[in-house]
């Protein structure tokens, strides 16, 4: 098992940045892909960013690409979700997900699942 809590949600202003974290525990880190996804109300959870293992690769959704920076600290088990200039859309509820045998956009092939925090973006 793999533990996931995300941290770093909360109020934030457009044309301001957030930085979300997703501490890893349990199994050890090594050899997972991570991902973030988030779900805003009445939508379907859609990816955001993922980046692999080893020498890291990365993958952006279309309306984040250019304003959101994935990363991983495999020494403190933790990826990172900065995002600038976050704009009313961006509001939702992000969850950081691990895969083990996948690195890419389908929630469906992530095996773990953090609980996921709140993001509201401002005008």
């Known amino acids: 098992q793999v533990q996931l809590v995300e941290s770093g949600g909360g109020l934030v202003q457009a044309g301001g940045s957030l930085r979300l974290s997703c501490a890893a525990s349990g199994r050890t880190f090594s050899g997972y892909a991570m991902g973030w996804f988030r779900q805003a109300p009445g939508k379907e959870r859609e990816f955001v960013a993922a980046i692999s293992w080893g020498v890291p690769s990365t993958i952006y959704a279309d309306s984040v690409k250019g304003r959101a920076t994935i990363s991983r600290d495999n020494a403190k088990n933790t990826v990172y979700l900065q995002m600038n200039s976050p704009k009313r859309e961006d509001t939702a509820v992000y969850y950081c997900?691990?895969?083990?045998?996948?690195?890419?956009?389908?929630?469906?092939?992530?095996?773990?699942w953090g609980q996921g925090t709140q993001v509201t973006v401002s005008s």
């Open positions: 997900a691990a895969a083990k045998a996948y690195y890419g956009v389908s929630p469906a092939a992530y095996d773990y």
